[in-house]
């Protein structure tokens, strides 16, 4: 059987994977090389060499071949070789905190316990809308997050601590300050808020309580309840009558 380059069952020889080969930038040294890899790796779907089994689904992943997920079976090519198993949790890739933290730095990264077991997630997962009362949020996809970490994923701990998205990042923080320093109201527009000052802190206060209804007038009660005109007789009752 021909095993060509995108095969699961092409196995690497131990450490050539990882420590082989001048890395592009001082960024990628950051990070193992198998990390980004293992990120845009899409597991839990059949295994296409050991289909007829009946665990043909994909959710491991070799570390020193990175050539995709494996199921159980493409294990046994990759002896000796250090393999970590993906885990699903609300339709999101995570894996467990005892066996990544073996092989990575994952300070920063929220946890999570799920099954009685400690995990972290490998992608963002970002919200539509951030919780009310929340005070601390990831810094790259803004999913809510306990006080004492920053990232609520791998992948967001790589993208929140390059150098280019902290550069970017400062970029617009600065572009935001000059923003602000450039609509400070000049001498005029201080001088008719000053006047407005009163009738501004009132209705800002007036705004926290609810308002107060109008006082009711005699005029407003009549036209509230007003009374019901006297009944008319039809004409054809009348002509009943005297006939």
Wanted: aromatic share 6%; with cysteine.
């Amino acid at each position: 059987m021909a095993i060509d380059d995108e095969s699961p069952l092409r196995v690497n020889i131990r450490g050539g994977a990882m420590g082989g080969g001048q890395c592009e930038g001082a960024e990628n040294q950051r990070w193992p090389p198998w990390l980004k890899p293992l990120l845009e790796t899409s597991f839990f779907g059949q295994c296409k060499v050991h289909a007829d089994s009946h665990k043909s689904e994909c959710n491991m992943y070799c570390l020193d071949c990175m050539n995709g997920a494996l199921c159980s079976q493409c294990l046994s090519y990759h002896r000796d070789h250090h393999a970590i198993q993906i885990r699903r949790s609300s339709y999101h890739d995570v894996i467990r905190v005892s066996e990544i933290q073996k092989v990575l730095d994952i300070a920063g990264v929220q946890t999570y316990i799920i099954n009685s077991a400690r995990v972290v997630f490998l992608n963002e997962r970002p919200q539509p809308r951030p919780g009310k009362g929340v005070t601390n949020t990831c810094e790259v996809c803004a999913r809510s997050l306990l006080d004492t970490f920053r990232f609520c994923s791998l992948g967001c701990k790589i993208v929140g601590t390059s150098g280019d998205y902290r550069g970017r990042k400062r970029h617009a923080a600065g572009k935001k300050k000059k923003l602000q320093k450039g609509s400070v109201p000049s001498d005029s527009e201080d001088s008719s808020t000053t006047t407005s000052g009163g009738s501004d802190k009132s209705s800002v206060v007036q705004s926290f309580t609810p308002s107060t209804p109008p006082a009711t007038t005699a005029n407003s009660y009549r036209t509230g309840k007003r009374r019901k005109g006297v009944p008319h007789r039809s004409p054809f009752g009348s002509l009943m009558v005297e006939l």
